[in-house]
T-cell receptor, first 120, second 117 residues
Framework: GAVVSQHPSRVICKSGTSVKIECRSL??????MFWYRQFPKQSLMLMAT?????????EQGVEKDKFLINHASLTLSTLTVTSAHPEDSSFYIC????????????????FGAGTRLSVL | AQKVTQAQTEISVVEKEDVTLDCVYE???????LFWYKQPPSGELVFLIR??????QNEISGRYSWNFQKSTSSFNFTITASQVVDSAVYFC??????????????FGAGTILRVKS
């Protein structure tokens, strides 16, 4: 299957700093990437959908100024948590979908390994 | 609205037992896709299977099998002769054809499977 690389896998930072998380599709072009947040023992919560070359679409309740998403190329999307606070501590997962097949609904989302963010 | 229900929060079995994870979905669409993902303790979601709404044939892959019943809106996942390495959280998800641009995946709450030796 396709490979999605997410970096870093873990980050610990002080309150007030910004953290950037990278998501790369290694062997396919991802026209769409997704960013999720997962709390302990809970399901994935979609934060935003990122399309290459356009602004991200944020889910209701997600602060776009707090979670900046950039999808500058077909293989890279970044999530920046700005001015992080302890309540932003969570597990963030990205996924990438190959949009080259017409019926995009059927296309599989391949997930990165996730980033565990701890804000002190 | 789309919804995926995994009623089993946690299941514990002893190695070599068979186990079935339930998934029930709701959708107004006639064309949709169902997925199962596995999330081991490492955190990465691993794609297991995709099924489209027009294909009700059951599928078997090694010790894994899936039963898609459109009449009951269910897409259950069975692991035969479970192994400790099967311990993980398993997510069922739904994608609709006519959803707005982006075709989001709707995930169930997940089922924690613990396989004891």
């Amino acid at each position: 299957g396709a490979v999605v690389s997410q970096h870093p896998s873990r980050v610990i930072c002080k309150s007030g700093t910004s953290v950037k998380i990278e998501c790369r599709s290694l062997d396919f072009q991802a026209t769409t990437m997704f960013w999720y947040r997962q709390f302990p023992k809970q399901s994935l919560m979609l934060m935003a959908t990122s399309n290459e070359g356009s602004k991200a679409t944020y889910e209701q309740g997600v602060e776009k100024d707090k979670f900046l998403i950039n999808h500058a190329s077909l293989t890279l999307s970044t999530l920046t948590v700005t001015s992080a606070h302890p309540e932003d501590s969570s597990f963030y997962i990205c996924s990438a979908r190959d949009g080259s097949g017409g019926d995009i609904a059927k296309n599989i989302q391949y997930f990165g390994a996730g980033t565990r963010l701890s804000v002190l | 609205a789309q919804k995926v229900t995994q009623a089993q929060t946690e299941i514990s079995v002893v190695e070599k037992e068979d186990v079935t994870l339930d998934c029930v979905y709701e959708t107004r669409d006639t064309t949709y896709y169902l997925f199962w993902y596995k999330q081991p303790p490492s955190g990465e979601l691993v794609f297991l299977i995709r099924r489209n709404s027009f294909d009700e044939q059951n599928e078997i892959s090694g010790r894994y099998s899936w039963n898609f019943q459109k009449s009951t809106s269910s897409f259950n996942f069975t692991i035969t002769a479970s192994q400790v390495v099967d311990s993980a959280v398993y997510f069922c998800a739904l994608s609709e054809y006519y959803m707005e641009y982006g075709n989001k995946l709707v995930f169930g709450a997940g089922t924690i499977l613990r396989v004891k030796s």
